[in-house]
């Protein structure tokens, strides 16, 4: 169902500048990161959560309509590969003393279309990784690609410089769709990438939107009839939504209506879980054991430190959490790397914020979150959103007991409504 108030839903990562943001952040990194040890906090954690690295690859061939990521269309022949590496290592050599002895469990390269980096390219990328991070020995390092970029003898490299889980944008297998969605692929070329990830990889997750412009039921069955018989590991079925700057905001196409849609919700969910695919996400369906355990961090209010071009991090720290963002554009974060400072903006998470961050992600899960996860990953006690509980159970959206709190099917169908409760408890 679609939620019938909806709020601002950011992207696992994505925060807006608040008060007491900071620009320049690193211009000073030695006292900058003492004065974030020692400075009075808001809050005290009795122990840091996992830690994953995102990546960030900011160029693709062509902009998509409905895109709101970081992403911008390369002029000419090729993009300034090395020197975005270089800019990369440097933005990550600054961020170590932030992370010091803290192993990364999770690595996710994203864009735009990390898939257009050379095989060359990518593999200096990972062993920067490796040298400047204490990497777990079988860390989950997923790479995300796009139809149209796709060549065996490349991607067989990818697998060999330790990529081994792929995320694959198909959004549709629908000749008509792939149009009205601005891809620079057809049908033909997205059963071709997934024929390409099966057999190259054991691990991998497809994209497919539904609810896509002029869409029907049948033609969003089709679309998940041929996914599934790919036997994908990991599914992300995602609602087209008409996110603000893009160009589908500023000329809406025409979707279906909201009865429409939730009937290609409740088909999709009866028909995977028919497959042997277990919902655990608002998006995400994976068969047994093949989660993605990256995006399962940023759900269970994990730590993430976010290089590259616009990436955002989110660190928690003895006394604070910290968010920082990276300068957007390409040419702007490649010269700031150079100088030492590609953070942008910084700023410390207050402690009237905490309980709905915490929440805008957890609730996400279907599982839910046990309770004292949110005791240790915020450094507060429950009875600091007692009032939004209360009000979410009595109004059927959350479950809970002793030991969890976990979102209703009703606060699954409503999980906007159900977040909001949070923010209205912080405001």
């Known amino acids: 169902m679609i939620p019938l108030k909806p709020i601002a839903m950011p992207k696992p990562g994505a925060n807006p500048r608040r008060d007491g943001g900071t620009g320049n952040a690193g211009n000073d990194n030695g006292q900058h990161v003492i004065q974030a040890f020692t400075a009075p906090g808001h809050i005290r954690l009795t122990s840091l959560p996992p830690l994953a690295l995102y990546v960030h690859f900011p160029w693709c061939v062509r902009k998509c309509p409905y895109c709101d990521f970081n992403s911008h269309e390369w002029q000419g022949d090729t993009f300034p590969e090395e020197a975005y590496l270089d800019a990369l290592r440097a933005d990550l050599e600054q961020s170590l003393p932030l992370v010091w002895g803290r192993q990364v469990h999770t690595v996710f390269i994203g864009g735009g279309t990390p898939s257009l980096m050379s095989a060359a390219g990518l593999d200096r990328l990972l062993s920067d990784v490796r040298a400047l991070l204490p990497l777990d020995a079988d860390a989950e390092i ?38 009205a969605l601005g891809r620079i692929h057809d049908g033909a070329q997205a059963r071709h990438a997934v024929e390409i990830a099966a057999h190259t990889f054991d691990n991998f997750n497809l994209d497919l939107m539904f609810a896509l412009p002029q869409q029907t039921l049948a033609e969003c069955q089709a679309d998940i009839e041929t996914a599934l018989s790919f036997s994908p590991p990991h599914l992300s079925l995602y609602h087209l939504t008409l996110e603000p700057n893009t160009l589908f905001a500023k000329f809406p196409p025409p979707l279906p209506d909201d009865d429409q ?20 996400e608002v998006s995400a369906y994976a068969q047994a054991h093949r989660q993605s355990r990256h995006n399962l961090n940023y759900w269970r209010f994990g730590d993430y430190l ?38 942008q903006e910084e700023h410390e998470v207050s402690r009237a914020d905490l309980p709905f961050e915490f929440m805008l992600n957890a609730l996400r899960l279907v599982e839910g979150f046990p309770v004292h996860r949110f005791i240790e990953r915020t450094g507060m006690s429950l009875t600091s959103i007692e009032p939004a509980l209360k009000e979410a159970e009595q109004r059927g959206l959350i479950s809970r007991s002793h030991e969890t709190i976990a979102p209703t099917p009703l606060g699954q169908a409503f999980l906007n409504d159900l977040q909001a409760l949070f923010l209205k408890d912080a405001r």
């Open 142 to 179: 997923t790479l995300e690609a796009n139809p149209g970029t796709f060549e065996a003898a490349r991607f067989a490299q990818f697998r060999a410089s330790g990529v081994n889980r792929l995320s694959v944008g198909i959004q549709s297998f629908n000749e008509r769709h792939l149009q």
């Open 261 to 280: 849609s939730a009937d290609m919700q409740d088909w999709l969910h009866a028909r995977t879980a028919e497959a042997g695919y277990a919902r655990y």
């Open 306 to 343: 976010g290089i590259g071009a616009g990436a955002h991090t989110k660190l928690s720290l003895p006394n604070r959490i910290l968010r920082q963002a990276r300068y957007k554009h390409p040419a702007s974060f490649i010269e700031q790397a150079r100088a030492g400072t590609p953070v």
